[in-house]
Every structure is written in C-alpha cells, then in structure tokens.
C-alpha cells in the first residue's frame, strides 16, 4: 500500500509541475533549452523530492526538442493556409480533464490568433436553445485563409446533453440524423473538418481532479458539472461509444488521441494534425527592416508620472 501511495504522490507532483510547463514553455524562446530544462527539473526536484527523476528529466528534454519542431511546422502551416485560403474546423472533444485545453495551447501558441482562432461557446441562452441547434456555431466557421479549433463543439448534445438529461430523446436522435448531413455540408463548400477525441482512462481522470483539487491555480477548472461527470463515467461511456458509431463519416472521421499522458498525446495530435493537409512551404520574400526616419523638430514628450505603472519588480 506505501509503494502504491508513492507512486500516486509522484504522479500528482509530475501532474502538477506539467501544468506550470505552459509558462515555462514561454520563456523558453530565446533560451538554451538543455541548460534550462535541466535547472528547472533540478529546482522542482528540489522542492518536491522524487518529483523528477533523471529519466523525467531526458523525457522533458525531448518533449521540448520535439515540440519546438512542430511549432515550427505549425507556423509553415499557418502561412499555407493563408496563401492558399484554406478553411479548416478542428473539433477537440473529450472527458473534462482530458487534455483538450492543453493541445489547443500548444498549438496556438506561436500562431497568429487572426489566422487560427479558438472557439469555446458556453452554454446557449434562452434565446439560442429555441434556435436551430446548428446555428450559434455557423457564425464561428471560418473564412477563407482561417482555422478555427473548437474547444467542445455540436457534438455537446451527444455528450454532456445527452447524460445531464439537458435534451430530449427526439432532439437526441434529430442531432444524429442531422449531424452527418451537416458535416457534409460543409465538406462540400470547401471547409475540412477534422475531429479529435480524446481519451484518457477512469483512474488518469481520477488523478487529473485530484491534482486541481489540491492547485489553487487550477481549482476553478472544477465545477459542479465535473464533479458529476465524475460519477457519471460509465454513463458518459456509453454515450461516447454510440456518438463514435453514429457520426463516424467518410467526409469526417474521428481520430482518437490517446491521452493518458499528456505530452505524449500533445505531440501525437499536432504531428497528425499536421498530416492532414497538404501543405507547403511558402517562400517569403527576405525581410528588410528600413531605416527609422528622424525630425529635428520633434522631441519626445516625457511620460506623466501619475499613469506609469509602479515598478514593483
């Protein structure tokens, strides 16, 4: 029993240092990554002993190599779909706590936000459950030159509608005989659409709520909606397993990410994601930056003391 508590400290400690990778990630950009990858899992191991071992810590070198990689891609990308006016929909589903979230970063992370856009609709008002249930979602397709991630998407009623007892039976079986259509329709104007679920086991999702649980910076991920889909895992299973059989389509298949661990499931994504469009490299003409012109007449007029910002730091 000691060896199993152990393991779960460790997994809850790894969990929680994986979240604050997201800012270490960030100022990684202009650093040495070896010198720094290795003094922060030296200054976590420090705090949280046996958070991190050396193995721990090669994986995070590699992960971080790797990652870089495909951010790079990502922006060749991104400069593809703009010089070709490609239109592509990713749909990110899953469990609460799947990891959803934390692809969609990564991938946006170096991305013009005017060119790939997240999209993450709360629940609908009085006005737009009496609306087509399409509808809210038709404003945020994209344009041409234009991705847009959907961080849950339509298929809520498949899921979280369908277990919370939020829909009826007859709005349930119209979203399955109206979902493929849908797709189709919007294959056939010129918008590739591709879905991700992803999945993560009964007891990854158990450690995931224990870790916000205990981080304050992550608690207010937990709402009372969670906490009942907890409970409700073998429901929100079979609701899964019929959504994959009903809306599984040649012009828009699911693909499922394995998630239990998160990097893994990060890089695995992107680099599919990548793989499914046909993109190149856009030769850019070389950047020059021009000369700053000056004015003897002008003077830079000093900033009013009362609006700077205190420097604290």
Same mark, same amino acid.
């Given at each position: %029993?000691?060896?199993?508590?152990?393991? !779960?400290?460790?997994?809850?400690?790894?969990?929680?240092?994986?979240?604050?990778?997201?800012?270490?990630?960030? +100022?990684?950009?202009?650093?040495?990554?070896?010198?720094?990858?290795g003094?922060?899992?030296?200054?976590?191991?420090?705090?949280?002993?046996g958070?991190? =071992?050396?193995?721990?810590? +090669?994986?995070?070198?590699?992960?971080?190599?790797?990652?870089f990689?495909?951010?790079?891609? !990502?922006?060749?990308?991104?400069?593809w779909? &703009?010089?070709?006016?490609?239109?592509?929909?990713v749909?990110?589903?899953?469990?609460d /706590?799947?990891?959803?979230?934390?692809?969609?970063? =990564?991938?946006?992370? =170096?991305?013009?936000?005017r060119?790939?856009?997240?999209?993450?609709?709360?629940?609908?008002?009085? $006005?737009?459950?009496?609306?087509?249930?399409?509808?809210r979602?038709? /404003?945020?397709?994209p344009?041409?030159?234009?991705?847009?991630?959907?961080?849950?998407?339509?298929?809520?009623?498949?899921?979280?509608?369908? &277990? %919370?007892?939020?829909?009826?039976?007859?709005?349930?079986?119209?979203?399955?005989?109206?979902?493929?259509?849908?797709?189709?329709?919007?294959?056939?104007?010129?918008i590739?659409?591709?879905?991700?679920?992803f /999945?993560?086991?009964?007891?990854?999702?158990?450690?995931?709520?224990?870790?916000?649980?205990?981080?304050?910076?992550?608690?207010?991920?937990? /709402?009372?909606?969670?906490?009942?889909?907890?409970?409700? #895992? +073998?429901?929100?299973? $079979?609701?899964?397993?019929? %959504?994959?059989?009903?809306?599984?389509?040649?012009?828009?298949?699911? #693909? &499922?990410?394995?998630?239990?661990?998160?990097?893994?499931?990060?890089?695995?994504?992107?680099?599919?994601?990548?793989?499914? %469009?046909?993109?190149?490299?856009?030769?850019?003409?070389?950047i020059?930056?021009?000369?700053?012109? $000056?004015?003897?007449?002008?003077v =830079?007029?000093?900033?009013?003391?009362?609006?700077?910002?205190?420097?604290?730091?």
């Amino acid at each position: %029993m000691k060896e199993i508590d152990d393991d !779960l400290v460790r997994r809850i400690q790894n969990d929680l240092t994986d979240s604050y990778d997201e800012e270490f990630e960030l +100022e990684l950009e202009d650093r040495n990554l070896d010198a720094i990858a290795g003094a922060f899992a030296g200054d976590a191991a420090t705090a949280a002993p046996g958070a991190l =071992r050396a193995d721990d810590k +090669e994986q995070r070198r590699l992960y971080f190599r790797e990652l870089f990689r495909l951010q790079g891609e !990502l922006v060749k990308l991104q400069e593809w779909v &703009v010089h070709s006016g490609h239109k592509a929909v990713v749909i990110f589903e899953g469990r609460d /706590s799947a990891g959803k979230g934390g692809v969609i970063k =990564r991938i946006t992370q =170096r991305l013009n936000p005017r060119v790939c856009r997240v999209v993450a609709l709360p629940a609908p008002n009085d $006005r737009e459950r009496t609306q087509w249930y399409f509808q809210r979602y038709v /404003s945020h397709l994209p344009a041409a030159g234009e991705i847009v991630l959907l961080d849950r998407s339509w298929y809520n009623r498949a899921g979280v509608e369908r &277990v %919370m007892g939020f829909c009826t039976d007859e709005q349930y079986e119209e979203f399955f005989r109206s979902v493929p259509e849908f797709e189709r329709m919007l294959v056939r104007s010129g918008i590739q659409l591709i879905k991700y679920w992803f /999945s993560i086991s009964d007891e990854e999702q158990h450690l995931r709520f224990l870790g916000r649980i205990h981080d304050p910076l992550k608690q207010w991920k937990l /709402s009372p909606m969670d906490l009942e889909s907890r409970r409700r #895992w +073998e429901d929100y299973t $079979r609701a899964k397993e019929v %959504m994959l059989e009903r809306t599984h389509i040649a012009e828009a298949p699911w #693909w &499922v990410v394995q998630a239990v661990d998160k990097k893994k499931a990060r890089l695995n994504c992107i680099h599919h994601l990548l793989g499914q %469009m046909p993109y190149e490299e856009v030769q850019r003409p070389t950047i020059v930056l021009p000369p700053r012109v $000056r004015n003897d007449d002008y003077v =830079r007029q000093a900033v009013p003391q009362e609006i700077l910002v205190p420097e604290v730091y």
